[in-house]
């Protein structure tokens, strides 16, 4: 039965868990920006204002099944009537189709590792109890300031509500859904959230000659790949993060989720500052010289520029070329310090048209040795080079998501909406095989699993595990290493605490 939905079974916890069932969205939670012709969906008599979404954001236990073949859980809970029958999904099914998405949630969205990594501890507590959810429903209607005790509730309102997606926010000194009956507006405030960074090639349209918009390649995605090491590095080498993981966004970028406690407990003022550390580029599309730095070198930027120049010649030289047109070649040369050496330049270049960016970058070192230029200050012309390298190669971060608690950001293993690719983790220390083209989308994978079942199962012992739903599946490798980085937080939390009880014994 293709994609079916059974509508039997539980989901098992690590532990005996209280749930009660989340208040019912009131009119201020829900923000439609769909508009009059909105199909109708499950918030649509609590709408009362059209809101566009982009002015939202500034953008184990091996037997317990995480991911149970049966469908919704049993239970009387408000958030979570039964499934009516299990609906069939061809195999040509669309990412438009609803019923491929409540597959989705049901059948392989990693809730229970989601919740420990917010969480921080195996029980529940208000790092996620006090934690706000926002999702974006298949009518485009738009809820805030949703919050769940624990991972059951998430999941059973995720496949109440069937969201195209949802966001993660701050924890908050209170409950989001009793923000409006606290006496004092300040009582309601962010208290912690992981600092986050998002890199988005759109960013790098004005040197990225392969692709543009919506668009990527695998030659632009080195980008990408280039912005990864380069923060991630400092992150751990400068700041002393360890508990970093980056995730694909689905589409042309990645956001990197830092879950440090030190990281988590920053406020806005310290965020500020540690993305200005990391930025280097500074100035829109229209600006000049954009990169400004300091002689001697910065460590970081010294580091930075040795892990970048590997990449310049083969991704920015031969597969970008990005002097290859005439106006790009003027735009290498106001970058550099002598009027002779470019007047040179220019007639050189102006004499072969088409000279690729390789040959040009080239010309460069051999004009200035060859005296073209009698005052030419050699000095000048190296930094003027680094400078160069630095930007077209260094991370363009939107620095404006990584400055507020407040700033939500999709959370990692929902699907994009407009590739259906789903945004897994990306493995830092394979970084350069990460291939954004081949992350399978969720039809794929429910394809996958109808395969397993039907063609690929073999007989197994009596006394085997069962197998989940992903393992069947291509997503299988991004679940597990997102375990492993769960399981890595949560051994740091109990080793603070458990260093913070030995240092402050109680006294009788």
């Keep these: 039965m293709p994609h079916s939905l059974s509508s039997e079974g539980t989901l098992e916890e690590d532990s005996v868990l209280t749930d009660a069932p989340p208040a019912i969205p009131t009119a201020s939670d829900v923000e439609d920006k769909g508009g009059p012709g909105s199909s109708p969906g499950a918030a649509e008599d609590h709408v009362k204002a059209a809101v566009r979404l982009e002015d939202l954001f500034a953008d184990d236990d091996e037997e317990d099944e995480e991911f149970p073949n049966s469908g919704v859980t049993d239970g009387a809970a408000q958030s979570s009537p039964p499934v009516t029958g299990p ?146 590095v400092a992150l751990r080498d400068d700041f002393g993060f360890e508990h970093i993981m980056w995730v694909y966004s689905g589409r042309r970028g990645a956001h990197a989720w830092i879950s440090d406690k030190r990281a988590r407990n920053m406020d806005d003022q310290r965020r500020k500052a540690v993305a200005g550390y990391l930025e280097v580029i500074k100035g829109g599309a229209q600006s000049g010289k954009k990169v400004n730095v300091k002689r001697p070198l910065h460590p970081h930027v010294a580091r930075s520029l040795e892990i970048l120049k590997e990449h310049f010649q083969q991704d920015i030289l031969e597969d970008q070329d990005p002097w290859a047109r005439p106006e790009k070649a003027e735009r290498l040369l106001q970058l550099l310090p002598d009027k002779a050496l470019n007047d040179a330049l220019r007639k050189k270049w102006d004499a072969v048209p088409g000279r690729p960016s390789v040959s040009k970058w080239a010309d460069i070192d051999a004009l200035a040795k060859a005296g073209v230029s009698k005052n030419l200050d050699r000095k000048a012309l190296l930094e003027a080079k680094q400078d160069i390298v630095l930007e077209y190669t260094y991370p363009r971060l939107d620095v404006e998501v990584s400055k507020k608690q407040i700033h939500l950001l999709k959370s990692p293993f929902v699907v994009h909406p407009g590739t259906g690719r789903v945004c897994v983790p990306i493995d830092t220390r394979r970084a350069d095989r990460f291939d954004p083209l081949g992350v399978p989308t969720v039809t794929e994978l429910l394809a996958e699993i109808d395969s397993w079942d039907t063609e690929d199962k073999k007989p197994e012992p009596k006394d085997a595990r ?15 290493y997102f375990r492993m980085h769960v399981g890595s937080l949560l051994k740091a939390e109990q080793s603070v605490k458990r260093e913070r009880e030995d240092e402050d014994p109680m006294e009788f």
Aim: proline share 6%.
């Design 466 to 480: 069962k197998l989940q739903d992903y393992e069947k599946t291509s997503l299988r490798p991004y679940v597990d």
């Design 87 to 232: 609906p069939q999904i061809a195999p040509s099914a669309s990412l438009s189709d609803s019923g491929v998405m409540l597959a989705f949630y049901q059948r392989l969205f990693p809730f229970r590792y989601l919740f420990q990594w917010l969480n921080h501890s195996m029980k529940p507590s208000t790092d996620f109890g006090h934690r706000e959810f926002a999702f974006t429903l298949q009518n485009d209607a738009y809820l805030r300031y949703q919050s769940f005790p624990t991972s059951d509730l998430l999941r059973k309102d995720i496949l109440r509500l069937n969201p195209s997606r949802f966001e993660i926010g701050p924890v908050y000194t209170a409950n989001p859904r009793d923000r409006k009956t606290l006496r004092k507006s300040t009582a309601f405030r962010p208290l912690a959230k992981e600092l986050v960074f998002d890199i988005d090639l759109t960013d790098y349209d004005e040197i990225r000659t392969c692709c543009d918009k919506a668009n990527i390649c695998h030659k632009c995605w080195s980008f990408i790949t280039m912005a990864i090491k380069v923060v991630d």
